[in-house]
Each structure stands twice: as structure tokens, then as C-alpha cells.
């Protein structure tokens, strides 16, 4: 798994090839919308969803967990989709399996029924340096395809990009990639500007949402680091 260092609101940021990010400074990971659950989900509700999905994201959680010995593991937001079941008791059993670690839930709008684990911590906003850690960019609306406003994050913060710079997850961002003829794939990627990072969805069933915003995006292909647009 590739990984590529940038820095961001004073602190380095590890981009890793799964869709997490790492700040060494702190030891503390970085993991957006793994949204366990929602296979089961989906199959409770009548709509097929292929096999597997639920059992490649623990192996994907468990490998970034040990790739980061005793590390501060905070979920921005969404590691549930809704209900708990069969599916989201299993990360009870991972979280333990993996005693050295701290985790921090930052909560998501699809983290409503939460389980009671003292494994788990539970916030609205966590703060690493001088990064806060939100699930929801200050501004985004999905039903008019706004992913987030500077506006926004200046009333909420006043000293945005001074003191305060941003990390969220919610938005699932990813990129098109072109090629030959009308070929066209899509990607997740993590966005960056001046004052906000977002990560990508880290779950397997999440899919991605082009964000068509200017800024900076790292695309992933099969672990790899791609930067596209600045």
C-alpha cells in the first residue's frame, strides 16, 4: 500500500492507499464512512448485495489498525449505517482484539442507533493539534449538490486556516478518470484546499461522489496514490 505525506494546517498528514490518513505527530488514524452495516441492511430490505462486502471491510479496518500499533483511531463519522445488526455487533469483537488502541467516534448523521461499548468513545468534534476533526463539512447540503462553503466554515470558525483548519469525511469524494475513447472510471480520491481535507469513504460499499470543486485530489487505484488536480 502506497502512502503520501503532505502537510496540512501544521501537521503532517499521511495519505494511505486504503483511504486512510495518519498524523505521526499524534499517532492517531484517520478513517471516514466505513458505514459497517449496510450490506445487511440492504439485504434485510429486500435489495441484493453481494457477499463479502461486510467481511473485506473488517480485514480492511484490522489491517490499518495493525499497520498503527497503539494508535488514536478516529472514525469521522459514519462507521454504522443505521440500525446496528449482525453485521455491526462484529466490530465489538475487532475493537477488542485490539486493546492498545484508542477509538473515537465522531458522529456521523448515519451513526443514530449507537451501541454502548466502552470501546468506543463517542464525540461530536475531536481535536488533533490544530485540526478538527468533524464528520460534515460546514455548508454541505447534497440535495443541491453543494459539498461545502467557505462562508459557512468562516461563521462557524473565525480563525479558519489560522488556528482551525478542517478534516471531515460525508462526502464520499472520488474523480473521473478518462481514457481511450468514451471510456471512463470513477475513484475514490481524497480533496484538499487551504483549509479543509476530506478523506474518502473507507468503506467497500460506499461508492464515491465527484465533488467538482477546485482544489487538490489524490485518486486511489488498487492501493495506489494518483494526484490529479490542483
Known amino acids: ?3 503520501t505525506e503532505v502537510r496540512f494546517g501544521g501537521s503532517i498528514l499521511r495519505l494511505n492507499g486504503d483511504g486512510s490518513a495518519f498524523l505521526p505527530e499524534h499517532n492517531t488514524l484517520l478513517i471516514a464512512d466505513v458505514h459497517l452495516g449496510k450490506s445487511g441492511v440492504f439485504r434485510k430490505a429486500g435489495i441484493p448485495a453481494p457477499q463479502g462486502l461486510h467481511e473485506k471491510n473488517l480485514d480492511q479496518l484490522d489491517h490499518a489498525f495493525t499497520a498503527h500499533p497503539d494508535a488514536t483511531v478516529v472514525f469521522l463519522g459514519d462507521v454504522f449505517h443505521g440500525l446496528q445488526n449482525k453485521e455491526t455487533l462484529s466490530l465489538q469483537n475487532l475493537l477488542l482484539a485490539h486493546p492498545t488502541h484508542t477509538f473515537i467516534l465522531v458522529k456521523g ?4 442507533d449507537l451501541p454502548e461499548w466502552r470501546q468506543l468513545t463517542v464525540v461530536d468534534e475531536w481535536t488533533v493539534g490544530r485540526l478538527l476533526c468533524l464528520h460534515e463539512p460546514p455548508g454541505a447540503d447534497f440535495d443541491t449538490d453543494t459539498p461545502f462553503t467557505e462562508a459557512a466554515a468562516q461563521r462557524r470558525f473565525s480563525n479558519l486556516a489560522i488556528d482551525v ?3 471531515c469525511g ?3 469524494p472520488g474523480v473521473a478518470l478518462r481514457g481511450k475513447g468514451r471510456s471512463r472510471a470513477r475513484i475514490k480520491a481524497f480533496y484538499s484546499n487551504e483549509w479543509l481535507y476530506v478523506l474518502p469513504a473507507f468503506g467497500t460499499f460506499t461508492g464515491q461522489h465527484p465533488l467538482k470543486v477546485p482544489g487538490t485530489y489524490y485518486g486511489i487505484v488498487d492501493g495506489t496514490l494518483i494526484k490529479l488536480t490542483e
Open 1 to 3: 500500500m502506497q502512502t
Open 165 to 167: 483548519f478542517l478534516v
Open 170 to 172: 460525508h462526502l464520499h
Open 109 to 112: 448523521n448515519h451513526d443514530f
